[in-house]
């Protein structure tokens, strides 16, 4: 698999600044490992404060030649990055498997998904348009002109290494903002590799910069300076808060995709294949290690033997191995705290009161693949209720009314994703108004694209993401009076 890469030179182990391919200063490197197997794929540089400055300072000074570009200029680069990123579909996903362990067919499937924030921002370039207000007064006229707000500051998780960070720098190139990148460090290789496409693409040397290695380093690195004028963070919700303080400072604009609690409720009137298909889908994508993932099924009376038995069959049926095999659906998880931490949630449970109707524990392919897994009777004390287990755990809580179903939803800090099972429409809108959640999926488990607003309410986070709404984040309005005409 490597080999492929290599040969299509997209195997990048140094970080990028002001177009140039570097190590970190001191020359130390940490190492990437593939999580199927643990063999270390590369080493990258561990930059820190010096390497950032010097790429903010690259980013500041392109700043002005990018912004002054015309709109149409910018979006041509764009959407050459977009071809290129397809045209490499294949060793993108490959690297993408090999660093992260999520199957070839989600790599390549994320691929697509990541490439598009790229083209519709590409296409939206061209219609960042302003207002012309009329005024209060008849010698004056009133315009708004929409610029764009800066350096970004963008620090991207390791759970999609590529459309976390092309769903930021999309629309920041597309309004003329210049962007500093700060990937995982589990997955800085697809970040780089997708760096080097946006080079030959014809995005300057400086629009777009790469650094990685010491995180709280270079993030407050990046905090610090008054030429960062916006951070764009994906991630935990704990760093997501320390980057929202730490912007209060130099005062910052913040976008923050933090972590979720999703509820996917099944109500009695659902289509079962429906629910099943829909519930399984949003719970073990990328084995069950993203924030829109299903992290609580709340299931009706009436229909929770049913149901437990027939998701219970899917989620058996699940394939569990080395991404890279075809026949894979479920990859490890990304490394050994992460099964820690899943085994700490079941413990909980289980000591609690829950019964494992599936898995429950490590898969006999060693390093961190855990069993996919059903948890019956989880109820709102458990670890399991309360956080997101980020693995392949799907708890299922029984309710019986429709009320008690979204008090259980609403019963959390968090609120990104929910979903919903029925066959009534009044309830589809009733139940999805009264959500405290910025996503919700009716009769659908799998609902992100770029052309919709991505993004949570509560503690998952601020802005939103994708559409013409996610380009309005790196946007300032200028409201210009011109007087006595
Ligand atoms: P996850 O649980 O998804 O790994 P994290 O919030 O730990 O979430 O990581 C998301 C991104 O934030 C990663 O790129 C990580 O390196 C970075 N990060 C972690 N700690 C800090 C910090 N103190 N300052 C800036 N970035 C950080």
């Not at 500093?180 to 697809?190: D, N, Y």
């Not at 963070?233 to 209060?248: E, H």
């Not at 009695?268 to 629910?275: E, P, R």
Request: aromatic share 8%; net charge neutral.
């Amino acid at each position: 698999a490597m080999e492929k890469i290599l040969s299509a030179g997209l195997l990048r182990t140094q970080g990028l600044i002001a177009g140039k391919w570097v190590d970190a200063y001191d020359g130390k490197t940490i190492e990437v490992q593939n999580p199927a197997t643990g063999e270390v794929l590369a080493n990258v540089p561990c930059m820190g404060s010096r390497e950032t400055s010097d790429a903010i300072a690259s980013a500041h000074s392109t700043f002005y030649s990018w912004s002054k570009l015309t709109a149409s200029e910018r979006s041509k680069a764009l959407r050459k990055w977009y071809d290129l990123i397809i045209s490499h579909k294949e060793e993108l996903a490959l690297l993408m498997t090999l660093e992260q362990g999520k199957p070839m067919k989600e790599a390549l499937g994320e691929v697509n998904y990541g490439a598009s924030f790229i083209e519709y921002s590409a296409e939206e370039a061209k219609r960042i348009y302003g207002d012309i207000i009329p005024p209060t007064l008849s010698d004056r006229r009133l315009l708004v002109l929409k610029q764009p707000v800066g350096v970004v500051g963008a620090i991207t998780p390791w759970n999609f290494p590529l459309a976390m960070i092309t769903r930021k720098v999309g629309p920041a190139l597309a309004c003329g903002c210049t962007v500093v990148v700060k990937p995982s460090e589990f997955t800085p290789l697809t970040a780089l590799a997708a760096a080097d496409l946006a080079l030959q693409a014809g995005i300057p040397a400086g629009a777009l910069n790469v650094v990685m290695g010491n995180a709280p380093e270079i993030g407050d690195a990046l905090l610090q300076s008054t030429q960062v004028r916006k951070i764009t963070f994906t991630g935990s919700t704990a760093v997501g808060k320390k980057l929202m303080a730490g912007s209060a400072n130099t005062v910052k604009k913040v976008s923050l995709e933090l972590g979720g609690n999703a509820p996917c409720i099944v109500f009695d009137d659902a289509d079962i294949d429906v629910a099943v298909k829909g519930s399984l889908a949003a719970k073990f994508r990328n084995s069950g290690q993203t924030c829109v993932c299903a992290n609580r099924i709340l299931v009706q009376e009436g229909i929770y033997e049913k149901f437990a038995t027939a998701f219970i069959k899917a989620v058996q049926s699940l394939k569990v191995g080395n991404g890279l095999e075809e026949s894979t659906s479920q990859g490890p998880l990304i490394n050994e705290a992460a099964v820690q931490k899943v085994e700490k949630f079941i413990n909980d449970a289980t000591s609690k009161g829950a019964n494992v109707m599936l898995g429950g524990k490590r898969h006999s392919l060693g390093m961190s693949f855990y069993e996919p897994t059903v948890v019956g009777n989880v109820s709102n004390d458990m670890l399991l209720f309360r956080e997101e287990v980020f693995g392949p755990v799907a708890p299922l809580i029984p309710f019986k009314t429709v009320e008690e179903a979204v008090n259980m939803a609403n019963d959390t800090n968090a609120g990104l994703a929910a979903y919903i099972f029925t066959k009534s429409i009044p309830r589809s809108w009733r139940v999805s108004e009264s959500l405290e959640y910025g996503l919700v999926g009716v009769n659908e488990g799998v609902i992100s694209t770029e052309v919709a607003p991505f993004g949570g309410v509560k503690q998952s986070g601020l802005g939103r993401e994708g559409s013409k709404y996610g380009i309005d984040e790196y946007l300032e309005l200028k409201y210009i009076c011109m007087g006595n005409l």
